[in-house]
């Protein structure tokens, strides 16, 4: 069985940073993509940015040039930094991890808060 484990989170005020990481354990998998995605109150769960296994990375154009996701393979681990936030950018943040045999796991969401 695969558990994903977030960390990180919180309440900044706008234009601050805040970070969340995301880590796999369990069942041993080899890791294709991963990602973030986010859910804010009311609206629907939106992607906002992956990273590839050698390292290439996709953002949401909304979070282009603020926020930048990383990734550990040796720790299983994502990260995604997230700097000059805006109020918008308050979501529950979700990671998401795919197998290379496509089957995606999900971290169970951490709360991001910004203050305007």
């Known amino acids: 069985q695969v558990h994903l484990v977030e960390s990180g989170g919180g309440l900044v005020q706008a234009g601050g940073s805040l970070s969340v990481s995301c880590e796999a354990s369990?069942?041993?998998?080899?890791?294709?993509?991963m990602g973030w995605y986010r859910q804010a109150p009311g609206k629907e769960r939106e992607w906002v940015a992956g990273i590839s296994p050698e390292g290439t990375t996709y953002y949401t154009d909304s979070v282009k040039g603020r926020f930048t996701v990383s990734r550990d393979n040796g720790k299983r681990m994502t990260s995604l930094q997230m700097n000059d936030l805006k109020s918008e950018d308050t979501a529950i943040y979700y990671c998401?991890?795919?197998?290379?045999?496509?089957?995606?796991?999900w971290g169970q969401g951490i709360q991001v808060s910004v203050s305007s």
């Open positions: 369990g069942s041993t998998f080899s890791i294709n993509m």
């Open positions: 998401a991890i795919d197998s290379n045999t496509y089957v995606r796991y």
